[in-house]
């Protein structure tokens, strides 16, 4: 694998290409035109929300996927558990579901208005039956191989456009320092080629907080964006860690299976089993017992080896400023709907230090980047022309709105902001108003 070509660096965040951009911050970038071409959009106006716990704790649940029956609308729960869903029509029910836990389809009621607040979910975990988890005669492997020969019959067999709501923010300790949102549109072509060559991102829509603070300017480059839906796409990208020569420098293991969707899955170990000149990752994959499709996986890059992390995470920085990694994990989730299964939800989160040398004790920062698939286009998908894309190269910053609307989200659906995130919004938007 070959660094520039790794998505691992891909999905670091615009938001981290803070040298010389929190400075430049008080001029508000060029006006955002539209891109094109863009779905169809209908006006959301029906909205309801609540919060997901788990049924024996009352412990909050994120990342749960929720979506419409019978659309292609669908967000996930923030840290807290709490999630909104918009459609254009009052729905009948609505779909949670969550890795271990049962699927539940709850009736939403006809009630009054179009806001249905305050929703209690609570979701009961899902075991796996004894006859389901006598797995041993298995070979991880041989799994492994086998699901990655049948992507291009579980995955889209055509070209699709989807929309996506993407967020990044980074916080110095435990205070949010910058903030950025946007709606993306996402070509993808079909995944028999498992290639991303022809995937192009376009930006719709977008707005951005940071802290007008000089202390607050980290000199530290890396690369990413919106496009981590497509370098992070292992399924996908044959370039990432799902091709035969890769796996050949991890140990591969079958671990405890798990429910999805109430149907069981694989969960297939990996750990590095090879010393290289690039760092490898620990993880999971989730395989879908029947169809073998890859329905979850979770990795992290090793950090034993703090000068190849590194090398692998950092495009630029000071000379005198001293850069430590402490975590670099991913979480993707694909959802199969109609006996096609697509990426559904990506998450993204890093975790550094950084220090001048003539300092003693450094600064944590952590980045997060998530993106979720909220809608997609019918029919034949609308390529998106190259001269409107999102390049790699390109901060989301180049692309944003220094602005905080309140209205701004209005007839999109997004993840909802966190309890601790939206008091960095409305903190980081006095600042804003105070400089102005």
């Known amino acids: 694998?070959?660094?520039?070509?790794?998505?691992?660096?891909?999905?670091?965040?615009?938001?981290?290409?803070?040298?010389?951009?929190?400075?430049?911050?008080?001029?508000?970038?060029?006006?955002?035109?539209?891109?094109?071409?863009?779905?169809?959009?209908?006006?959301?106006?029906?909205?309801?929300?609540?919060?997901?716990?788990?049924?024996?704790?009352?412990?909050?649940?994120?990342?749960?996927?929720?979506?419409?029956?019978?659309?292609?609308?669908?967000?996930?729960?923030?840290?807290?558990?709490?999630?909104?869903?918009?459609?254009?029509?009052?729905?009948?029910?609505?779909?949670?579901?969550?890795?271990?836990?049962?699927?539940?389809?709850?009736?939403?009621?006809?009630?009054?208005?179009?806001?249905?607040?305050?929703?209690?979910?609570?979701?009961?975990?899902?075991?796996?039956?004894?006859?389901?988890?006598?797995?041993?005669?298995?070979?991880?492997?041989?799994?492994?191989?086998?699901?990655?020969a049948l992507i291009s019959e579980n995955y889209p067999k055509t070209p699709e456009l989807m929309e996506c709501f993407y967020r990044e923010t980074v916080q110095k300790r435990a205070r949010y320092i910058y903030i950025s949102e946007a709606v993306s549109n996402i070509y993808k072509t079909a995944y028999s080629d498992r290639s991303t060559f022809r995937d192009r991102v376009a930006i719709h829509k977008s707005r951005i907080l940071l802290s007008p603070k000089t202390s607050d300017t980290l000199s530290v480059k890396v690369l990413g964006g919106p496009n981590q839906s497509i370098g992070l796409d292992a399924v996908k990208n044959s370039d990432f860690i799902l091709n035969e020569e890769e796996l050949k420098n991890y140990r591969i293991e079958m671990g405890t299976p798990v429910m999805i969707d109430g149907k069981p899955q694989y969960a297939i170990s990996i750990s590095p089993d090879q010393i290289l000149e690039y760092p490898l990752q620990y993880g999971t994959f989730y395989i879908d017992r029947g169809s073998l499709?890859?329905?979850?996986?979770?990795?992290?890059?090793?950090?034993?080896?703090?000068?190849?992390?590194?090398?692998?995470?950092?495009?630029?920085?000071?000379?005198?400023?001293?850069f430590r990694p402490k975590e670099l994990s991913l979480l993707v989730n694909y959802r199969t709907e109609d006996d096609v299964t697509?990426?559904?939800?990506?998450?993204?989160t890093m975790r550094f230090t950084c220090d001048w040398r003539k300092k003693l004790r450094g600064?944590?920062?952590?980045?997060?980047?998530?993106?979720?698939?909220?809608?997609?286009?019918?029919?034949?998908?609308?390529?998106?022309?190259?001269?409107?894309?999102?390049?790699?190269?390109?901060?989301?910053?180049?692309?944003?709105?220094?602005?905080?609307?309140?209205?701004?989200w209005k007839d999109y659906n997004i993840i909802e902001p966190s309890e601790s995130l939206e008091h960095a919004l409305g903190r980081l938007k006095r600042q804003a108003d105070r400089r102005q």
Do not use: W
């Open 342 to 348: 697509r990426i559904s939800y990506v998450r993204c």
């Open 1 to 148: 694998m070959k660094r520039l070509t790794n998505p691992f660096i891909l999905f670091l965040a615009g938001a981290l290409l803070l040298a010389g951009s929190l400075r430049a911050s008080a001029q508000t970038p060029p006006p955002l035109t539209d891109a094109e071409p863009q779905i169809d959009s209908v006006k959301l106006s029906y909205v309801m929300s609540g919060t997901v716990t788990d049924a024996s704790s009352g412990t909050p649940l994120p990342y749960v996927t929720v979506s419409i029956p019978g659309s292609h609308y669908s967000t996930v729960t923030n840290e807290d558990g709490d999630f909104t869903i918009k459609s254009p029509s009052r729905p009948e029910r609505i779909v949670f579901s969550l890795i271990g836990y049962r699927t539940l389809s709850q009736n939403v009621g006809q009630g009054e208005g179009r806001n249905l607040q305050n929703m209690r979910v609570r979701l009961t975990v899902d075991p796996i039956p004894i006859r389901e988890a006598i797995i041993v005669a298995d070979d991880p492997y041989i799994i492994l191989k086998e699901a990655i």
């Open 363 to 408: 600064t944590s920062f952590t980045a997060v980047n998530e993106m979720v698939v909220t809608n997609r286009q019918e029919g034949e998908a609308t390529r998106i022309p190259r001269g409107e894309s999102f390049r790699e190269t390109e901060s989301l910053f180049d692309k944003s709105s220094l602005y905080l609307d309140p209205e701004f």
């Open 293 to 322: 499709a890859f329905t979850r996986m979770e990795l992290s890059l090793d950090m034993s080896d703090e000068e190849k992390a590194t090398k692998m995470m950092l495009v630029r920085k000071p000379l005198s400023l001293r």
